[in-house]
Structure formats: structure tokens, C-alpha cells
Nanobody, 125 residues
Framework: VQLQASGGGLVQAGDSLRLSCAAS????????MAWFRQTPGKEREFVAGIFRNSGRTYYADSVKGRFTISRVTAENTVNLQMNSLRPEDTAAYYC???????????????????WGQGTLVTVSS
């Protein structure tokens, strides 16, 4: 499956952004999806995930209550709505897909088989 992330940009603290990840190539509904983020010199960090069958969602503590992950199966898209953005949310954001995701490895980049190219989010104070 090919993933294309979009929606990043430069915003001010407190603003909102919606990132989108468009999937193509294989049956989208067969994949659990997630968003990660990364800043220079740091490891890729889990942000949010959604399981393929249950639709259950999980979030990093740092974004809980501010970010919402959702999928639109008919459009082969997974979105990340980001509200109340903070300067520390500044990062390159990546979407990822896995056919075999389990809860214990949800936050591990190695659990995902496919990655999008990343979209940059910059939050100014």
C-alpha cells in the first residue's frame, strides 16, 4: 500500500490543523493505521492509532484530548485532527499502516510495514 500524507503547515499556538493520509494500492480496510512524528535528532514518536477491525483509537498522553484520529474507509483516508496546537507539537508527521498490529506494539515504529513521506507541522509561539 502507498501512503501520501498532506495537510501540514505553519500555524500559531492554539490553532488547529487537519492532516490527511491517502492510501492506495491495496484494501485499505485491512490495515490498522497510525500517526507518528519526529523532530531532528530524536526518535520517531507515536501520536495516535486506530485499529482496523474494532476502530478503537489510542493516543499518546501528550496529545490526548487535543488530537483525534479517524478513518474514512470509502475514501481510503485516515485523518488526524489537531486542535489547541502547541510549539512542542512542531515535527514532521508520518502516517503508517500495518496488517498485523497488536496493542502491545501499537507505539513501535517497527510494527508498521508502510510509511508515508511525512508532512511538516510548525507551531509558532
Amino acid at each position: 500500500v502507498q501512503l501520501q500524507a498532506s495537510g501540514g503547515g505553519l500555524v500559531q499556538a492554539g490553532d488547529s490543523l487537519r492532516l490527511s493520509c491517502a492510501a492506495s494500492g491495496r484494501t485499505f480496510s485491512g490495515y490498522s493505521m497510525a500517526w507518528f512524528r519526529q523532530t531532528p535528532g530524536k526518535e520517531r514518536e507515536f501520536v495516535a492509532g486506530i485499529f482496523r477491525n474494532s476502530g478503537r483509537t489510542y493516543y499518546a498522553d501528550s496529545v490526548k484530548g487535543r488530537f483525534t484520529i479517524s478513518r474514512v474507509t470509502a475514501e481510503n483516508t485516515v485523518n488526524l485532527q489537531m486542535n489547541s496546537l502547541r510549539p512542542e507539537d512542531t515535527a514532521a508527521y508520518y502516517c503508517a499502516a500495518s496488517r498485523t498490529l497488536i496493542l502491545s506494539t501499537l507505539d513501535q515504529p517497527s510494527a508498521y510495514h508502510y510509511w508515508g513521506q511525512g508532512t511538516l507541522v510548525t507551531v509558532s509561539s
